[in-house]
């Protein structure tokens, strides 16, 4: 996956890093999820530097273990929870719960993994994940460049479901990224709260890039310019869906970011690299799966 001229950068990746239980029919299965994981894992096998700031668990050392056997360096806070999310599956839909939640990543659990002229992916699977100081103080730094995935500040945990809503802790990362990641349902309610368009928000919150993904219908980009489409690569076998989102972003910023390819050629790459983790052919249970 690397280019032979790619510079060797540094990414810091923060969020939960979760014990995921996937539930398609009557299968049942445990993996190491979250964005710290799949989005690590992919720039660590894009070729750059990887640090991982996440809350988990002592006895859940399983869960980092992956980033820790391909390189990954793990800035891991004390905690006594490690957050589970269970997911139940059925095509593109997904229903979640999170039974069990770390508690939020601090300022003083950043300040270890924070360093000059780096790249941060924020990765938070709530709105709680990462604490509003700790953000506030990330965007203060002017030598980072911030991109979010926001999945975590468009939805809320009512007795441990996972709803649908806008958290106004979405107001401090907007501010602070220059590139944001949503799906299309989770752009359509933060558009309703924001009472404006895409291209508004752009323009709101001086934003560079937005990604929007729609699963297996593709996606696009919206910049000041206009909008850029993609399509979904084709996928001959369903594995399983989880994390391919994470895995997208993660090698489109690769792609965009740090090699400054055009954003047809990104989302392209990312494309491909997306299919193969819904196909079971990049992230797969082998390097995944916990035993629970």
């Not at 919206?222 to 090698?251: I, K, M, N, W, Y």
Request: aromatic share 6%; charged share 25%.
């Amino acid at each position: 996956m690397r280019s032979s001229n790619l510079p060797r950068s540094r990414w810091l990746v923060v969020g939960s890093a979760t014990v995921d239980c996937i539930i398609r029919g009557e299968e049942r299965v445990y993996k190491a999820g979250g964005v710290v994981v799949y989005g690590g894992l992919t720039l660590l096998r894009s070729g750059h530097e990887v640090a991982v700031c996440a809350n988990i668990a002592a006895n859940d050392s399983d869960v980092i273990m992956p980033l820790r056997k391909e390189g990954g360096q793990l800035y891991l806070g004390d905690n006594t929870v490690t957050t589970h999310f269970i997911n139940r599956v059925e095509g593109d839909e997904r229903q979640q719960e999170m039974p069990l939640a770390a508690r939020p990543i601090e300022r003083a659990d950043l300040q270890g993994a924070v360093r000059a002229s780096e790249y941060v992916l924020l990765g938070p699977l709530h709105p709680h994940d990462i604490d509003e100081d700790a953000l506030a103080w990330m965007s203060s730094r002017g030598n980072l460049t911030l991109c979010a995935d926001l999945q975590g500040y468009v939805r809320r945990v009512e007795n441990g479901f996972v709803r649908a809503r806008v958290s106004a802790s979405v107001e401090g990362v907007l501010q602070a990224a220059e590139c944001i990641k949503l799906s299309q349902d989770e752009l359509d309610l933060l558009s309703v709260w924001a009472k404006c368009d895409i291209g508004q928000l752009i323009e709101r919150y001086n934003l560079r890039e937005v990604v929007v993904t729609k699963g297996s219908l593709g996606g696009y980009v919206q910049d000041l310019r206009g909008t850029h489409h993609f399509e979904a690569e084709p996928v001959t076998r369903v594995c399983d869906p989880t994390g391919a989102g994470d895995v997208f972003f993660a090698s489109y910023l690769s792609a965009r970011i740090v090699e400054k390819k055009p954003i047809s050629a990104a989302v392209r790459a990312a494309a491909r690299l997306a299919a193969e983790q819904v196909g079971g052919t990049f992230l797969g249970e082998d390097i995944l799966a916990l035993r629970r």
